[in-house]
């Protein structure tokens, strides 16, 4: 009996140590990102509230964002639901200053992205 007891905690522990390590990577990955990502947010959502831009929304959310990285941060790609079933897919490219600016979407057209964030919004 105690050796089927040691036997489980033994696998209990090293499952909490595999899925905690796991999870830990995904951690620094999404953190690394961060200032980048929120930086890009916050770009699209100036443009949101630009006159004449037809929307069904006052911003946008990171929750609700699709974010996909490219390039180690180089590029990032938003994508949300601007309109009823109408997805906007920017793409903001870093400069030399460390700030992002709105660029082509050829830039990342065949590019796997690094790091993905929300990755069903927006799938077809």
Request: hydrophobic share 35%; with cysteine.
């Amino acid at each position: 009996m105690v050796k089927k007891l040691m036997s489980f905690v033994i696998v209990a522990a090293t499952a909490v140590l595999i899925i905690g390590g796991c999870s830990n990577e995904a951690s620094k990955t999404k953190n690394k990102y961060d200032d980048e990502i929120n930086q890009a947010i916050k770009l699209e959502n100036k443009e949101l509230q630009a006159p004449g831009v037809e929307k069904d929304i006052e911003s946008i959310k990171r929750e609700n964002t699709k974010i996909e990285v490219f390039e180690k941060g180089k590029y990032i790609r938003l994508t949300y639901e601007i309109r009823k079933a109408e997805f906007a897919k920017p793409v903001y490219e870093v400069d030399e200053e460390k700030s992002y600016d709105l660029t082509s979407s050829t830039l990342v057209r065949d590019k796997e992205p690094t790091y993905i964030e929300n990755k069903d919004i927006g799938s077809e």
